[in-house]
């Protein structure tokens, strides 16, 4: 990057760590930290509007729909999210190339699994045979924000639901008496008023998301993690910049890019929490109060 | 093929290690259902290990710190809560990495600390495996989110309590033992629940990461795993992974309920706390 860098040997110390933190390989680990944010960029909305439906489906008095939205929200629920962000991914690829593999092979006449084997004919493979680098990529991406996307749209989910039902009832059927239908209702009176009593429920996903964003890792996609792993183990005098096991290092260049993420929501949680206990008979409450003039 | 006898005898107490069971893991084609079935099972002796001392342990340092944490010492109350915002604020997954590639870098001959009359060696070795770096990990992990929850408690207990315990002339230590302390974990209680559950689901994440296993004994999710690499076929393994813990999770819903009911006996039914299947997911 440097005009200096052209052997790294012989810097003295500050551009010896100017080169390092500036090689191609460090560019990529720092491209990294943006793929985390195009991740989250991506995975909030959508896991919103999954959510969106999540609840609109544990609302709905068509039984089916109702099934389905609770199925959907208990089981991610019930079992650690872990276990979904591995099998969703693996569960979907296998999906989609079976689809794909009964639209293109109809006569394929052997078995698709054989013993260990998930074997689907050539022109079913998803992402094709002969695709480039980057649209595998692409494609592995992709599956993780489906996986992020269910897991956290349940979580959503559950608590638009809760704050559907939290918005006063007496509102509702004013509503009504006003010969609004029950569609009418719900867009002009309870979407409105529900992101109030929703928020801090969504704000405690969103810090969630953000701190399951380094499970990327165990997805195989180059992440943060990946790169920090490559770049601080022990590089010998064969590498340009040979140094010692640094990774705890590079770890804790990640705590802290998390930990700066998570302190602005925090900070707006602490400001909210005072907020509602201004007043209250607790002993936070009785503090304050006797700290006022 | 085996027989489901011979996979129980050969797997269910291979978690511990070879000695305990067959040498080697089923490979490839050789797995049958029941390998899966008991090998999971047998993981579940380390998804009891890590959860449940990580709670013990972790549970009495979290009092101290949700005390240290409530207090009108600013020189107390601020590491406190450094402690718990770099605990909560960073994921689970990051802090294993992070200890592990620390505790790595320890000497691996032990640390002597001169005491005077007599020097202590610190064994350090030990930390870089996971039943006990690991559960350094874990226990820090649930000591500053179980703290946030009891500081919490602290400061919802009703101001009424605290009158009453003035009034007859409680003070200092007292105080805490007999009013402060029962009511925190009354209110915390339905909450540490919660924590109780989502601290044994991140449990998985423990030899998901830096730790590695030795002798291939592991928690359940890492044969889970395991089984998904060799198979390739992830509808076996995970479902059944998750119905283990569906199962754990209601022992702990259980358990927790008696102790709740137990904090809750004195009041009248429509006072007492509930328990909320609640959101805190993933670290």
Known sequence: ?293 | MRSCVESFELYILRALGRDYGANLLPRGLDITLCDQIFLIGSGLIWTVYFAGLAMLIGFGLAVGLAVARFSENRLISRPAAAFIFFFRGSPLFIQFFFFYSAFVLLPRSGIDIPLGFVTLTVNTSALTTAQVGGLIVLVLNTTAYSAELFHGALRSIPKGDLEAADAYGLAGFTKFRRVVFPSMLRLAWPSYTNEAIFLTHSTTLVFLSAFPARQQSGEAFYYARYFVDQTFNPFVAYPMVAGYFIVLTLVIIALFGLVNRSLNRHLPKERRARYRFGPQYLR
């Open chain 1, 1 to 293: 990057m440097f005009s200096f860098c052209t052997d790294p040997s012989l810097l003295p110390d500050w551009q010896w760590f100017a080169c390092y933190l500036t090689n191609a390989t460090h560019l990529q680990f720092y491209r990294a930290f943006g793929v985390v944010l195009v991740l989250l960029a991506i995975t909030a909305p959508v896991a919103l509007g999954m959510g969106l439906l999540g609840a609109l489906a544990l609302r709905s008095r068509i039984w089916p729909l109702n099934w389905l939205g609770q199925g959907y929200v208990n089981i991610v629920r019930g079992v650690p999210d872990i276990v979904f962000f591995l099998f969703v991914p693996i569960a979907l690829g296998q999906g989609i190339e079976w689809v794909m593999h009964q639209i293109q092979c109809p006569d394929w006449d052997q078995p698709i699994r054989q013993g260990n084997d998930f074997i689907v004919c050539r022109e079913a493979k998803v992402p094709p045979v002969n695709a480039p680098a980057w649209v595998r990529d692409i494609y592995a991406f992709a599956m993780a924000v489906v996986a992020f996307a269910l897991v956290f749209g349940a979580f959503v989910a559950n608590t638009l639901y809760g704050a559907m039902q939290a918005v006063p009832k007496a509102q509702i059927e004013t509503a009504e008496a006003y010969g609004m239908t029950r569609a009418q209702a719900f867009r002009r009176i309870v979407l409105p008023q529900m992101w109030v009593y929703a928020l801090p429920g969504l704000s405690n996903i969103w810090q969630i998301l953000i701190k399951a964003t380094p499970l990327l890792f165990l997805l195989g996609i180059q992440d943060i993690v990946f790169w920090a792993r490559e770049l601080g183990g022990q590089k010998t005098s064969l590498f340009a910049y040979p140094h010692p096991d640094w990774r705890m290092w590079y770890f804790l260049g990640l705590l802290c890019f998390y930990l700066a993420m998570t302190w602005a929501s925090e900070r707006a949680f602490a400001r909210l929490n005072v907020r509602l206990s201004r007043g209250q008979a607790t002993a936070a409450g009785e503090r304050m109060r006797k700290a006022a003039p």
